[in-house]
């Protein structure tokens, strides 16, 4: 069965982060929305009580960038990561690298001496250092779907009652599926329209991403700290990022999706 790249991280690291040193407490989910290091460019966002879901993905698009998150050819992010195990306070830490470019993507986590590994999506196919796992194209879910939202095949919708998170009610929501079925629903601020979180259910599994901090480059939002989650029988797992560097619209190599 194929899973989505968090699967991998997650579960992997299960048994081995309850077995380190306390590094930091898993971190809370939150009810604020992510704190910005500029102004965005691009133009005003106008939110009301009746703004329609495709007014509001609308919105959520002009407050990414607009045009210029539509047209980003590539980001690169290099930081360090935290990872939790279901009802653990102790985390694996370790350093991170994650590259997309349109449906190519990579991700590499170092967490020597108990992990390491790679994967990689060329636009074809997957590749795991780990067997059994494959990654889905990134533009299949999450903000890439955004940049095509009034594209064919897309269709924009409220995100069904039952299926909004609790702690996020407070907060502006739309859904995009496209022609496969694949879904995102997005929490939106309604002061700017900017994303505070995303969902995607896949296989059976819930995954969240929340964004805390992002930072405007070339004129496109970028995550610079964000959380991971992803909901389990078992429990809750989680991958908590802070983005050193980053970089959109860099040239990148087909070496770098390369499948040997």
């Known amino acids: 069965m194929k899973k989505y790249f968090l699967v991998l991280t997650l579960s992997f690291i299960a048994n081995a982060a309850m077995a380190q040193d306390p590094a930091a407490v898993r971190p809370a989910t939150s009810t604020t929305a992510a704190t910005t290091t500029a102004t965005a460019s691009s133009a005003a966002v106008t939110i009301t009580a009746n703004s329609t879901p495709v007014e509001l993905a609308r919105a959520a ?59 990689i999506y060329d636009g074809q196919r997957s590749y795991s250092s780990l067997p059994g796992v494959e990654i889905p194209p990134a533009s299949k879910f999450g903000p890439p779907v955004l940049a095509k939202f009034d594209q064919g095949g897309y269709t924009v919708s409220d995100v069904p009652s039952d299926a909004v998170l609790s702690e996020k009610k407070k907060f502006r929501r739309f859904r995009i599926v496209d022609s496969d079925g694949n879904t995102t629903d997005f929490y939106i601020d309604p002061a700017n329209g900017r994303i505070v979180a995303y969902v995607i259910p896949y296989n059976g599994l819930m995954f969240s991403t929340e964004n805390t901090k992002v930072k405007e480059i070339d004129g496109v939002l970028v995550p610079m700290n964000f959380t991971q989650r992803l909901n389990m029988q078992q429990g809750a797992f989680f991958a908590e990022y802070k983005v050193k560097e980053a970089k959109i619209n860099q040239p990148v190599g087909d070496d770098v999706f390369a499948i040997q």
């Open 61 to 119: 698009l002009a407050a990414q960038g607009g045009d210029k998150f539509r047209n980003m050819k590539s980001m690169m992010l290099i930081g360090t990561v935290d990872l939790y195990a279901p009802n653990s306070t102790q985390s694996l830490p370790g350093k991170f690298v994650m590259i997309t470019a349109g449906d190519r993507v990579r991700l590499d986590i170092d967490a020597r001496p108990i992990m390491s590994f790679k994967q």
